[in-house]
Nanobody, 117 residues
């Protein structure tokens, strides 16, 4: 019902910046919350940041002050990542939940972010 496509990942040096984007299609007008998760090798997937349709945001403690989540229209979301650290290296996934069925999470295919000198 909801399809998500991420872009913007890549290789960056410590202290650098990247901007991830996610475009949603399908039943986009029913989306209540969109967010970014990441999964590093050998680690569980963790929530990085989320934003509701009303604009409320939430961040993991590890990224507060460095990352900013935003939505510039109903179906587009961004994650501005500044002051990147090697520990930010992971596959980043866009996610979304519909208000009608909050138990179902939709996922994008993931985009690789590598922070290394």
């Amino acid at each position: 019902q909801v399809q998500l496509v991420e872009s913007g990942g890549g290789l960056v040096q410590p202290g650098g910046s990247l901007r991830l984007s996610c475009v949603a299609s399908g039943s986009i007008f029913s989306i209540y919350v969109m967010g970014w998760y990441r999964q590093a090798p050998g680690k569980q997937r963790e929530l990085v940041a989320a934003i509701t349709s009303g604009g409320s945001t939430n961040y993991a403690d590890s990224v507060k002050g460095r990352f900013t989540i935003s939505r510039d229209n109903v179906n587009t979301m961004h994650l501005q990542m500044n002051s990147l650290k090697p520990e930010d290296t992971a596959v980043y996934y866009c996610s979304a939940r519909r208000q009608q069925s909050m138990s179902i999470t939709y996922w994008g295919q993931g985009t690789q972010v590598t922070v290394s000198s």
